[in-house]
């Protein structure tokens, strides 16, 4: 196991590494801009561009720009530049958005996983009844709206409407830190939530579903049945236990996206997080603040996938780890 651990962090150092470069050259290469003119604004005169270009060592080398860049990705803290508009650390202003981006994906993961796998449980060991047609319906809906029309829709009736009638029970546009109290941190989220949750439920039922009817089939399933084990702890324990591997794929690649930002949900319910972030440093050509969100996204989708291989050996016990 710890082999397989040391092997799986330097595989993904490298897979950093590589989205490092690459973003060092699109945006330092491959863009059209100038970014010392971005970092002077637009009315800033010849010599002051000059200056502002020394002062970030863009007049220097591209290798040597680039040796800076990757150098201090790899330090603690990293030190993802400076902010062309702001002018402070893009760490600093990462950190600051990061906890909102945490608490939106990952309440909504909890949400979907106990919407999503009980479903799926409930259409798998009663296939073709009308416990799973039902399941299947609201699946199809699910998948079939988009997470902008549900987001809005949500918003429009829980905030608009109920906020116009004299019951703002769901506010919106506000973050209310977890530490500061709790119960309004959760009472402005839990819309947010709702809109990730009621879309992603929707795969997870099916995945379950499919999953698990495959399962029910093996021959262990039927050896277990045979020593008269009760069905509940057949599917509990014995079949859903293998049936969660593909599961546990999918969610770590959903959490890892999600923690990057969500951002059409920030959006929707003006929530300053890593998403909204995103959107608004490509408004205002913010190079550096885009990189940082970049590398932050890329580092959350790498995690995820360590944590998803670690899981697989406690899962599945017929996965070996070599």
Not at 127 to 155: C, E, H, K, N, Q
């Amino acid at each position: 196991m710890l082999r397989f651990l040391i092997r799986r962090i330097l595989f993904s150092l490298l897979v950093l590494w590589i989205i490092a470069t690459a973003v060092f050259f699109l945006f330092f290469v491959a863009s059209p801009g100038d970014p010392a003119r971005v970092f002077a604004g637009r009315q800033a005169t010849e010599e002051t561009v000059a200056a502002v270009r020394r002062s970030l060592g863009l007049d220097r080398p591209l290798y040597q720009q680039y040796w800076d860049y990757l150098s201090g990705l790899f330090q603690w803290p990293p030190d993802l530049g400076t902010s062309f508009i702001n002018q402070e650390p893009v760490l600093n202003t990462i950190v600051q958005r990061l906890p909102v981006s945490l608490s939106i994906a990952l309440g909504a993961a909890v949400v979907w996983l106990l919407i999503g796998i009980p479903i799926g449980i409930l259409a798998a060991t009663k296939p073709r009844s009308l416990a799973d047609r039902t399941a299947t319906v609201i699946a199809l809906a699910g998948l079939s709206m988009p997470t902008f029309v549900l987001g809005m829709l949500l918003f429009n009736f829980f905030f608009f409407q109920l906020t116009k009638a004299g019951f703002p029970i769901f506010p919106a546009g506000q973050y209310v830190p977890f530490v500061e109290n709790p119960f309004e941190w959760a009472r402005h989220l839990v819309l947010p939530w709702l809109t990730l949750a009621l879309v992603f439920a929707a795969t997870y039922s099916r995945l379950t579903r499919g999953s698990l009817l495959e399962v029910m089939g093996e021959d262990y399933i039927k050896t277990a049945r045979s020593k008269g084990l009760s069905e509940r702890t057949v599917v509990l324990k014995h079949g859903l236990r293998s049936a969660l591997t593909p599961i546990v794929t999918l969610f770590g690649l959903d959490l890892g996206a999600l923690l990057g930002g969500t951002i059409v949900t920030e959006r929707i319910f003006g929530l300053p997080g890593l998403g909204a972030l995103a959107v608004q440093s490509v408004t205002t050509q913010d190079l550096p603040v885009i990189m940082g969100t970049v590398l932050i996204a890329a580092f959350f989708v790498v995690v995820a996938n360590i944590l998803v291989d670690l899981a697989y050996a406690v899962l599945d016990p017929r996965v070996r780890l070599s």
